[in-house]
């Protein structure tokens, strides 16, 4: 009976291990599964934002479909028989039929597992899609991608269609908003206008049914706020060594490019008084106007080019006399009628240049499309031989350092090195078109041929120029000299221009399969489209991108009639 016992424990050990296994499937599935899931939505979605891109670029509407949920049904199931027989007898040894007489036992048991998992799609069709195209992406949207270290450079160049009461003037304000992001001297946030609210009786509207004042339109966030940050503690006092020299140098060129905002943006904002504490004001030019509430345009303009005359001390005295932030409006100004005030001192009205609003942004799929369609596109699609030479050390060292960089910028030849046609590439070009008429097609080559130049100056150095004694103080970020004003015409024109060659995004196209490591691919039509891996600038871009589809895609309301589709099976 000891062996019998013994026969009878190992079934039911047997027996526990399956009962076990059942227990243990559920975390086990969510350790294997989860991870496998998330990875496969995660590689998708990435190919669907790249396929996007592609079908913008090939003039095909664009198709998003979004995993809504992920339904894993997982089962686990076992049996276990047994049999005993002859329990009691004596096993014998039979000579003549060569077999063992005695106690008998068998055991017989299945294990099963299966998964089904049931994945829910919904495209984005209807209304959803509708709503899509036409929302502007928020002040709110811009301010939160701000503060979560995307640069202003890659947030303000894709989603803004403009920046600036002139057009023309939208890359001097991007170039200077740019370098003063780079040099840490702004913080930018969404808020609320600062112009003066109407007066109670006309800003109070009622409903007609409940005879309650309406919610104001106004009520949310309205503007983009660039907010120039106080001066730090090593930039004060006198230079007395070669490291407070260059701290004042630096001190010296964040002023000059926030006086340079004041000019673009003059008279735009609202009513301006220096605090009790700032001195020297008139004294520094910097007074302001009583009638405009802002500042008398040639003090400005000697502030921003001829900055370098200015003493130390000056520049921390006119830090207290100008504004510290600056609006961009997505809305028109509020027309009021102007109220006198008991104060004389307080303004209580403005006098705007203009009411129209100094920012307007594109929606999900304009960000797309401004991105790709030519002419100025932000996305390059390039060959392999072009891609190398953008990245070229030797011929392109601005683009050498790409974990530090927002975007490439390029020199002309590197434009139009895919599907520009060879009549459209000698006449004028794709991605940036020569002007054909005179003067401007004079103006266009000569203004290219500085820029690269200028451009090829750098590949030059052996170390980076010294800002404090190069001839060109911005760096890469805006063409300039000193001396000269860059709000003038042709500083406007050679910026634009500038602003143009940047790439935040390089796309590689071949024939054949990607020879190099990719971080994202997409095949169509026999070609492939792909970002490489050792990009690091296109793939934070990429990603960015990705966002914006992603912030501004609205769900439908209800569920689609056949949303699912099951795959997979018991194993």
């Known amino acids: 009976m000891r062996h019998s016992r013994a026969w009878v424990s190992g079934l039911v050990v047997t027996l526990a291990v399956v009962v076990a296994g059942c227990n243990l499937l559920g975390p086990s599935s969510i350790d294997q599964g989860r991870d496998r899931y998330n990875s496969a939505i995660h590689t998708t979605s990435m190919e669907q934002t790249m396929s996007n891109i592609v079908r913008v670029y090939q003039n095909e509407p664009t198709t998003f479909m979004d995993v809504s949920e992920v339904d894993a049904t997982m089962s686990f199931g076992g049996s276990l028989q047994g049999a005993a027989t002859g329990i009691g007898s004596t096993a ?7 077999t063992l007489a005695g106690r008998v036992g068998s055991a017989t048991g299945t ?13 984005l069709l209807g209304q959803p899609l509708v709503a899509q195209l036409v929302t502007p992406v928020s002040v709110d949207a811009l301010g939160l991608l701000y503060d979560s270290y995307w640069p202003a450079a890659s947030v303000l160049d894709f989603a803004a269609a403009y920046l600036t009461p002139e057009y023309a003037e939208f890359f001097s304000a991007l170039d200077t908003i740019i370098e003063l992001d780079d040099r840490s001297a702004i913080e930018i946030t969404a808020a609320k206008t600062g112009l003066p609210k109407p007066p109670d009786a006309a800003s109070e509207v009622t409903s007609p049914a409940t005879k309650e004042p309406a919610k104001s339109p106004d009520s949310g966030n309205d503007s983009l706020f660039i907010y120039l940050r106080p001066l730090q503690a090593g930039r004060r006092g006198h230079p007395v060594n070669k490291q407070q020299q260059d701290a004042v140098w630096v001190e010296r060129r964040v002023l000059q490019l926030w006086v340079r905002l004041l000019r673009i943006y003059s008279r735009t904002q609202p009513p301006f008084e220096p605090s009790a504490g700032a001195r020297r004001c008139a004294e520094l030019g910097l ?6 509430h802002w500042f008398a345009p040639d003090k400005l303009r000697s502030w921003d080019v001829d900055i370098r005359s200015k003493s130390a001390s000056d520049l921390e005295q006119a830090r207290e006399c100008l504004p510290h932030s600056i609006e961009l409006r997505v809305i028109p100004g509020p027309r009021y009628e102007p109220t006198k005030a008991a104060n004389k001192t307080e303004p209580t009205e403005v006098n705007l240049i203009t009411r129209a609003p ?4 594109y929606s999900a799929l304009g960000i797309l499309k401004n991105a790709v369609e030519r002419p100025h596109p932000r996305i390059e699609f390039v060959t392999s031989a072009r891609y190398q030479a953008i990245r070229d050390r030797q011929t392109h060292p601005w683009n050498a350092d790409a974990d530090e960089l927002s975007y490439y910028t390029l020199l002309p030849e590197d ?3 895919v599907d520009c046609d060879d009549v459209a590439l000698r006449q004028r070009g794709c991605d940036d078109p020569v002007p054909q008429k005179e003067p401007e097609h004079s103006r266009f080559i000569a203004m290219t041929t500085t ?8 590949a030059t150095y052996e170390a980076p120029p010294d800002p404090a004694a190069d001839q060109y103080p911005g760096d890469l970020f805006t063409y300039e000299k000193p001396g000269d004003d860059i709000l003038d ?3 406007i024109t050679i910026n634009r221009r500038l602003g143009f060659l940047r790439r935040y995004i390089l796309i590689l196209v071949s024939n054949g399969p990607p020879d190099i490591p990719v971080y994202v691919s997409y095949f169509d039509r026999g070609r492939w489209y792909y970002i490489a891996q050792d990009d690091p600038v296109s793939q934070k871009n990429f990603h960015l991108l990705s966002l914006f589809m992603t912030m501004m895609a609205v769900p439908p309301a209800t569920q689609p009639l056949s949303p699912v589709i099951s795959v997979g099976g018991g194993g």
């Open 451 to 458: 820029l690269a130049d200028w451009l090829r100056r750098y």
């Open 415 to 417: 434009e139009d090195s």
């Open 287 to 292: 007074a302001v106007d009583r009638q405009t």
């Open 489 to 491: 015409g042709d500083y």
């Open 92 to 98: 014998t040894h039979s000579t003549t039929a060569g």
């Open 111 to 123: 294990v099963q597992y299966s998964e089904t998992p049931t994945i829910r799609y919904l495209p």
């Open 358 to 361: 100094l920012m307007r942004t």
